[in-house]
């Protein structure tokens, strides 16, 4: 079965400064490869989608993340936090069992200190 | 366009109890998801609905259920509810395959 791993629960970086949160996927690879964004109280934001179309995806408010697939791994980076940012974050994997399953990871609670 | 809603935003009920959840998806979208969201357990898939029939079930009791409507809104409901339900529980609309907008979720409290 497809899973979706994120290493760090917790990432704390100061403003101004790289962004790295770590997404791992199991070797089945998804169709698709996604990062959402949840603030507090709301729903997820979709930040973007690889589709293998291209590895290196650009998604909104400055976030990318690169597809490897010799890492299995799906990083999303920012070069420059802003406070803004400070959120969870979740890395999934789908859509799966010929249905639009998503399979999450854990999500990563980014801390922007200023 | 408007996105997904969901109604109630807030709902406390007792153990026991009954509860049923609305979504609207985004006009156009055929395909409804909900998913469990617990910070023990993360984000579980529960169900999806596509042309108002079951595509897919997650692993829960059959104390949730769901159903789909032909205006593509959606509907799900958690009967007895227990201590560990409490939870905030979205929804999820899509257009295309893979892609998926999720409405502000339903917190449920279980007293």
């Known amino acids: 079965a497809q899973s979706v791993t994120q290493l760090g629960s917790h990432v704390s970086v100061s403003e101004g400064a790289l962004v790295l949160l770590r997404c791992n996927y199991s070797?089945?690879?998804?169709?698709?490869l996604f990062w959402y964004v949840q603030y507090p109280n709301q729903g997820l934001q979709l930040l973007l989608k690889?589709?293998?179309?291209?590895?290196l995806v650009k998604g909104i408010n400055g976030f990318e993340a690169e597809f490897k697939k010799s890492e299995t791994s799906f990083h999303l980076t920012k070069p420059s936090a802003h406070m803004s940012d400070a959120a969870e974050y979740f890395c999934?994997?789908?859509?799966?069992?010929?249905?639009?399953?998503?399979?999450f990871g854990k999500g990563t609670k980014l801390t922007v200190n200023p | 366009k408007a996105g997904v809603t969901q109604t109630p935003r807030y709902l406390i009920k007792t153990r026991g109890q009954q509860v049923t959840l609305s979504c609207s998806p985004i006009?156009?979208?055929?395909?409804v998801s909900w998913y469990q969201q617990t910070p023990g357990q993360g984000l579980q898939f529960l169900f999806e609905?596509?042309?108002?029939?079951?595509?897919n079930k997650g692993n829960f009791p059959g104390r949730f259920s769901g159903r789909q409507f032909s205006n593509s809104r959606s509907e799900m409901n958690v009967s007895t509810l227990e201590l560990g339900d409490s939870a905030l529980y979205l929804c999820?609309?899509?257009?295309?395959?893979?892609?998926?907008?999720f409405g502000p979720g339903t917190r449920l409290t279980v007293l």
């Open positions: 999820a609309s899509s257009p295309t395959p893979g892609e998926q907008f």
């Open positions: 609905y596509f042309s108002e029939t079951q595509r």
């Open positions: 006009s156009g979208h055929r395909s």
């Open positions: 070797s089945s690879v998804p169709p698709y």
């Open positions: 999934a994997g789908g859509p799966q069992g010929g249905s639009e399953k998503l399979v």
């Open positions: 690889y589709t293998s179309a291209a590895t």
